[in-house]
């Protein structure tokens, strides 16, 4: 299904936001947005309402729109709930996983290894971890940690800038995998839980 201009406006919005690009603070103003895709402010004011469900803007009184905090309670907070969201999909997912589905948490763990810059390795860890729960057939579970998962690769840009990148994750995205082809679904689900809850620590 093709985006909508709204959607199309909110993803790119999202992605400079995730990136750094638009600073936490930072105004977004809705005539400027409208003339720089060349839409209307119906479609810009639906891409603020996505990107206000998705937590990556904010509406204040008398000051508009602006690009959401990140102080360390909003990542706490968006981080515990992502822990336990998702962790629930995977005890869900997990039963359900197949030859298939490990095939394409491999490629992603492979593209994960490969990476070069930071960008292509958020990439590739938001793959793995989106592939590690969509057979939990759960779509509104599914859309939330979809959002979360922005949110988090936002933090994870963040803490990047300030300490520099280096590739990361790959054996504990390993030990998951490893404990769920062992059928060890709830010892997958707690190193899941904790894998994510200490991307918060490390910021």
């Known amino acids: 299904m093709a985006e909508t201009v709204a959607e199309r406006i909110a993803r790119v919005l999202g992605e400079r936001i995730v990136a750094g690009e638009l600073l936490p603070g930072a105004p977004l103003r809705q005539d400027r947005i409208a003339e720089e895709f060349e839409a209307s402010h119906v479609p810009a004011r639906e891409a603020f309402q996505l990107l206000r469900s998705r937590g990556l803007v904010v509406t204040e009184p008398r000051r508009g729109v602006r690009v959401a905090p990140l102080d360390p309670a909003t990542i706490q907070?968006?981080?515990?709930?992502?822990?336990?969201?998702?962790?629930?999909?995977?005890?869900?997912?997990?039963?359900?996983?197949?030859?298939?589905?490990?095939?394409?948490?491999?490629?992603?763990?492979?593209?994960?290894?490969?990476?070069?810059?930071?960008?292509?390795?958020?990439?590739?860890?938001?793959?793995?971890?989106?592939?590690?729960?969509?057979?939990?057939?759960?779509?509104?579970?599914?859309?939330?940690?979809?959002?979360?998962?922005?949110?988090?690769?936002?933090?994870?840009?963040?803490?990047?800038?300030?300490?520099?990148?280096?590739?990361?994750?790959?054996?504990?995205?390993?030990?998951?995998?490893?404990?769920?082809k062992k059928k060890e679904f709830d010892r997958a689900a707690t190193m899941l839980r904790n894998h994510i809850r200490g991307l918060e620590r490390a910021t």
């Open 77 to 180: 907070e968006t981080v515990e709930i992502r822990a336990a969201l998702e962790s629930l999909a995977l005890t869900f997912a997990a039963p359900r996983m197949n030859a298939a589905s490990f095939e394409r948490i491999e490629n992603a763990l492979i593209a994960a290894d490969q990476a070069q810059t930071m960008v292509e390795w958020e990439q590739a860890n938001r793959v793995f971890h989106r592939e590690l729960v969509i057979p939990c057939r759960m779509p509104k579970l599914l859309s939330m940690l979809d959002d979360l998962q922005l949110a988090n690769s936002r933090i994870i840009f963040s803490s990047t800038r300030s300490a520099g990148w280096q590739p990361g994750s790959s054996l504990a995205h390993r030990q998951i995998v490893n404990a769920l």
